[in-house]
């Protein structure tokens, strides 16, 4: 049967990542993955108390946490030509550890990741501001890339999280594009694409409309 080369990728990545998975260097690199969320987790609710205690309200309405599946960890080594081993995936891919922020205003995602990357342990690596600078499809996000150490009984150990900032308004829109990608056979994509695009751009308009309001309410950090 022939595939579509995605499809061949894929299914390439998914029998490779059976094996790489079950080896004991890529279960202990997870585990130092997930300390390294734990700990980025805990600066940012750390920061969102100090918020709710000076200024009466939180910059941040959830967060949620993942981490990339050994399938798409392969997959992407594969795309970039990458031989499958721990060293190049710690080496190579930044995006392993994720992290997901959802403010109510924009003006709190950049005081929040400011806040964060000016901790002495912390070290910005990459900064992209899809906000500023949205994707041609529409998409608004802020990620910044960390370099964060974890302490081990062996020693320390620096690790890579990406961690994505959005607006309610950006979230929901990411969420519905994320889940009409995964559509198949979609009769007319360009049309949906374009809808998408004005959906995006009105609801960066709500966004700037709801902080303005805020800001009016005196009620934003000052």
Not at 13 to 31: H, L, P, Q
Not at 62 to 71: F, G
Not at 128 to 142: A, C, E, T
Not at 168 to 183: E, G, Q, R, T
Request: glycine share 4%; aromatic share 8%; with cysteine.
């Amino acid at each position: 049967m022939d595939y579509p080369e995605e499809t061949k990728t894929r299914k390439e990545a998914e029998e490779i990542a059976k094996v790489f998975s079950r080896t004991k260097e890529f279960t202990d690199a997870m585990t130092l993955y997930r300390c390294a969320i734990m700990e980025i987790e805990t600066k940012l609710k750390v920061l969102n108390e100090e918020f709710s205690l000076q200024y009466d309200r939180n910059p941040f309405e959830s967060i949620e946490s993942r981490l990339k599946s050994p399938t798409s960890i392969v997959e992407k080594m594969l795309n970039k030509g990458l031989e499958i081993n721990v060293e190049n995936m710690e080496g190579e891919l930044f995006d392993i550890a994720g992290i997901r922020v959802v403010c109510s205003f924009r003006e709190d995602i950049y005081k929040l990741s400011d806040l964060l990357v000016q901790q002495d342990d912390v070290l910005l690596l990459a900064r992209k501001d899809y906000i500023k600078n949205p994707k041609s499809n529409g998409y608004r996000s802020f990620h910044i890339i960390v370099d964060i150490p974890i302490f081990l009984s062996g020693g320390k150990r620096h690790m890579k999280v990406e961690v994505q900032f959005r607006t309610i308004s950006m979230d929901f829109w990411a969420s519905v594009d994320h889940k009409l990608k995964y559509k198949k056979q979609l009769k007319n994509p360009e049309e949906i694409g374009a809808r998408l695009k004005n959906c995006a751009d009105t609801l960066s308009e709500l966004d700037e409309e709801m902080e303005k309001l805020r800001q009016s309410l005196d009620v934003g950090v000052e």
